[in-house]
């Protein structure tokens, strides 16, 4: 495995809710990152939250990376899974989806890692293997 390093921008963010029953707010979320580091590119992704009321959270979402990776080009999509407690516990997986990789990339597998500051600045660490 290979690790690098950087940051990324929200570029755009667009939410629209389908269900505000009570107990939890659901929204289709939209929305594109600008990556620098280790990976530079772009993305789009899709997601689907869960806002309870109790300040807990969940969401599942696809994202499509185009770019590079340490100078290697192509595209891959990246599966998302977290939750999340009112105290800030929780759990976050961010993986490439198998077989999802193109151009230089192709046969790419990793993970990778989100961290977000209190002033909502984005950085990761992708934990990567290629052919």
Do not use: C
């Not at 629209?16 to 979320?29: E, F, M, P, S, T």
């Amino acid at each position: 495995m290979t690790t690098t390093t950087g940051r990324f921008d929200l570029t755009s963010w667009a939410e629209d809710a389908y269900d505000d029953a009570d107990g939890a707010r659901l929204l289709k979320v939209q929305n594109t990152k600008t990556f620098e580091g280790g990976i530079s590119g772009t993305s789009s992704t899709e997601l689907l939250q869960a806002i309870a009321g109790d300040g807990g959270a969940a969401y599942v979402g696809m994202e499509r990376v185009a770019g590079e990776i340490d100078g290697r080009k192509g595209t891959f999509v990246l599966r998302h899974s977290a939750s999340m407690t009112a105290d800030g516990g929780g759990d976050m997986r961010v993986d490439v989806v198998p077989g999802s990789a193109t151009g230089d990339l192709a046969g790419l597998t990793g993970e990778l890692t989100i961290t977000m500051t209190p002033e909502r600045e984005h950085s990761y660490s992708f934990a990567y293997s290629l052919p």
